[in-house]
């Protein structure tokens, strides 16, 4: 039961953009008082959302070299393009 239902919060964290305490309340709202209770705590929860979205997202590159833009980081919400081109400066970076 416990397993279930962390693993709801880490799937329920990469699903909706609601704050971490958001999707907390709202993965333990049908469980049973009994069940609530066999839970970790309300802070390692949100934990587990923060971490759970961090590690959906691509690592922060260490060079210039190493910066690569995912498609989906690439246009706006509205479908607009975000980087229209691939710019070097004169010293090749």
């Known amino acids: 039961m416990v397993t279930d239902t962390i693993g709801d919060v880490r799937s329920e964290a990469n699903a909706v953009s609601e704050a971490p305490v958001n999707v907390v309340r709202q993965v333990k709202r049908p469980l049973s008082a009994s069940a609530r ?23 922060e590159p260490r060079t210039i ?11 706006t919400l509205d479908g607009l393009p975000f980087l229209r081109c691939d710019c070097t400066c004169e010293d090749g970076t």
């Open 37 to 59: 209770q066999q839970l970790p705590s309300e802070d390692a929860l949100r934990q587990i959302v923060r971490r759970a979205r961090k590690s959906s997202c691509p690592t």
């Open 65 to 75: 070299e190493h910066l690569d833009i995912v498609l989906e980081f690439r246009t």
